[in-house]
T-cell receptor, first 112, second 114 residues
Framework: DARVTQTPRHKVTEMGQEVTMRCQPI?????VFWYRQTMMQGLELLAYFRNRAPLDDSGMPKDRFSAEMPDATLATLKIQPSEPRDSAVYFCASGLGYYEQYFGPGTRLTVT | KQEVTQIPAALSVPEGENLVLNCSFTDSAIYNLQWFRQDPGKGLTSLLLIQSSQREQTSGRLNASLDKSSGRSTLYIAASQPGDSATYLCAVSLHTGANSKLTFGKGITLSVRP
């Protein structure tokens, strides 16, 4: 049963620290998405990649967030430096196109 | 800017009841609309996808309808069960090709009481 995996599942860190979240997309999928979910804003698209190339990262705060795909089996989302307002659940999703997206279980980030 | 609204934010019903979840969107020029389910602590699972040219889609006890002109979609759940308890989100995609974004509503948290 192919699934999107995300690590870590939970992360608690202090303000100012670097946070790296990892995602392993489903083998063979060519699109990868990063979302952030909060109670106030709901689910927001941060960035997405097709064939490892970033297509849209307009939803991401550029000064502190960065997203990369070092290879087809790994996507990373990095926050440096982290702030309390970054506390949220971060989801990765993968698919074969834009509309069919399979979500991972998420990383719950708490920045104190 | 496309906005997706789901009201109410939460709903509690007794088991066996048929129910309707509503979704509205401000820009009717959508490419498609999807309904997702999210269980606590989990990611989203796509339930139904309706293309803009379609009026409804069915899967088991679920039926989703789309009225583009009025900017509305409904998810009908027949004979609800406690296992249907979850948050249901709708999302729309604008007709802007490969770079179109999914815009999500904040979801309706459904509780089905045994």
């Amino acid at each position: 049963d192919a699934r999107v995996t995300q690590t870590p599942r939970h992360k608690v860190t202090e303000m100012g620290q670097e946070v790296t979240m990892r995602c392993q997309p489903i083998l063979g999928h060519n699109t990868v998405f990063w979302y952030r979910q909060t109670m106030m804003q709901g689910l927001e698209l941060l960035a997405y990649f097709r064939n490892r190339a970033p297509l849209d990262d307009s939803g991401m705060p550029k000064d502190r967030f960065s997203a990369e795909m070092p290879d087809a089996t790994l996507a990373t989302l990095k926050i440096q430096p982290s702030e309390p307002r970054d506390s949220a659940v971060y989801f990765c999703a993968s698919g074969l196109g834009y509309y069919e997206q399979y979500f991972g279980p998420g990383t719950r980030l708490t920045v104190t | 800017k496309q906005e997706v609204t789901q009201i109410p934010a939460a709903l509690s019903v007794p088991e066996g009841e048929n129910l309707v979840l509503n979704c509205s969107f401000t820009d009717s020029a959508i490419y498609n609309l999807q309904w997702f389910r999210q269980d606590p602590g989990k990611g989203l699972t796509s339930l139904l996808l309706i293309q803009s040219s379609q009026r409804e889609q069915t899967s088991g006890r679920l039926n989703a309808s789309l009225d583009k002109s009025s900017g509305r979609s409904t998810l009908y759940i027949a004979a609800s069960q406690p296992g249907d308890s979850a948050t249901y989100l709708c999302a729309v995609s604008l007709h802007t090709g490969a770079n179109s974004k999914l815009t999500f509503g904040k979801g309706i948290t459904l509780s089905v009481r045994p």
